[in-house]
């Protein structure tokens, strides 16, 4: 995964781009992983990783070494090897543009 | 990476929002995608090679900048301020390009390098009634805008900004969709600017609504702020200025909604910042610095450091008014002195700069040194904080016998004059001492001028006897781009001369 790449659900229309990836590193969604493009079939989405996820937020693993921006929201949650990932807690700055 | 995302997610989250408004025209996230669409179709079957811009600032500006982006072309806004001689070189330079704006001009002044011109109103009934680019693939990589540097010095440079420079920037300091829908900002710099570029970014990124001033005046500005109850602005400090001096002359200005100002890209005076803060209490005030070179703003002195620099007793704290804050967290920042050794806070060197978002990169070269480091070419130092104070342009110490004089030392102590309304210090030549201090002032009118001498006594009471100008000189006005950018050049012409 690296910076920049993108990543689609295979069973919902959530989408990631990776900010901060590890190189071995897998991602899943909705219970599935995530392919690069997605499929002529959605897979059934797994009722334990279906809270949803929201457009322009940011999702790290535990130790933030993985960094997604969600750039379109679904269904499905995200998570590496069964480990829900956590929204990022923004730190605003003032506008200055 | 490509960022035409900006706008995509904004469509994705609120298609029907309004996201821009010029001269009482509203387009929606999705119209202005659909455009862009449509725009990137016309410019990808042109075969050009760069995408330009040679009008004020429009809807048009935003089409392009995203309609390039889905074409995987490099947008080059130009300043149609320029000399006609300056701005054939520039054309030149981009030929053969897809030109959008004066095409009676650029016709006159590059008649054979093979552009395709598009009128604004041309551009816009295409973009809105014409097939679009299929959006099956993903947008190219690479370089996504080009613009040629100020050449306040020297002859003007083409810095590149890739997509992954602007969009590290965005993602790194806007919020995705943070702004309330009756959140709108006030946009007057112009199109040609590293701020009109990252004003369109970040503003749709934040989802808030674009008001965009064509060209600025300030009556004009507090008129549109106030009908379109604006809630965000960012100026120049000249343009500040003058809004100030309308208001405190009594024009109507309703800025009731105004929440937040940024400004930047030139020297503030601590004395009209101080004005700024009595006449609007409840506006937060933000001072950005950046370059065109790192894609906008890398340091931020925000509200609260406002509030509590001014109204600190303890002097250092007062001081960081007249900086520009700290470096953002996405960035890192250094002195560094002419062996490019870092420097301990306090000291005086050369401000370098590394992060996603910094380019360094010029079409000829790339200015980053092994590290990533970018020499900004700008004077300055850190105080104990890491609050940044800015010092002028590195090319403009002047060396008098080896010892290096900042010109922003002496300018200080000749405003404090009473009758002195500008003052701009250059290197003048010196038979003696290799370079030497000469002066322009601009006296307050009503003022009487002082005497030369008088001058020279006010600068040795306050500093070393080498920042004594050799040379005074005394103008009507001195010389600023439209930016309010002071051309050191032109003065220190005048000494030669």
Known sequence: ?97 | MNISLVLQMAVEAEPERIGLVCEGRRWSYLALMQAARAAAADISSSGCSHVALLDESSEAAAIALFGAALAGVAYVPLNYRLADPDLASLLSRIAPAYIVGDAQRIERLSPDLGHRTRERSAFLVHATTSESLASADEPAEGIAVQLFTSGTTAAPKAALLRHANLLSYILGTVEFGAAAEQEAVLVSVPPYHIAGIAALLSSIYAMRRIVLLPAFDPDDWLRLAATEHATHAFLVPTMLGRVITRVDAGASADLSAMRAVAYGGGRMPTELIERALELFPKTDFTNAYGLTETSSTIALLGPEEHRAARSSSDPQARARLGSVGRPLPTVQVEIRDEEGRPLPAGERGEIYVRGDQVSGEYRERSALDAAGWFPTRDAGWLDAQGYLFLAGRTDDVIVRGGENISPGEIEDVLLAHPAIAEAAAVAVPSAEWGEAVGVAVVIRPGSAAPEEEQLRALVRSRLRSSRVPERIAFLDALPYNEMGKLLRREIRALFKG
């Open chain 1, 1 to 97: 995964m690296k910076p920049g790449s993108k990543l689609k659900s295979a069973v919902c229309d959530t989408e990631v781009m990776v900010i901060r990836g590890g190189a071995d590193a897998v991602v899943e969604c909705g219970g599935s992983l995530m392919v690069e493009q997605a499929p002529a079939e959605r897979r059934p989405i797994d009722p334990a990783f279906a809270q949803g996820t929201r457009i322009g937020k940011r999702y790290v693993d535990a130790d933030g070494k993985i960094e997604l921006l969600c750039v379109k929201a679904g269904q499905g949650s995200l998570a590496i090897a069964g480990v829900a990932l956590q929204i990022k807690d923004a730190k605003p700055l003032p506008s200055s543009d």
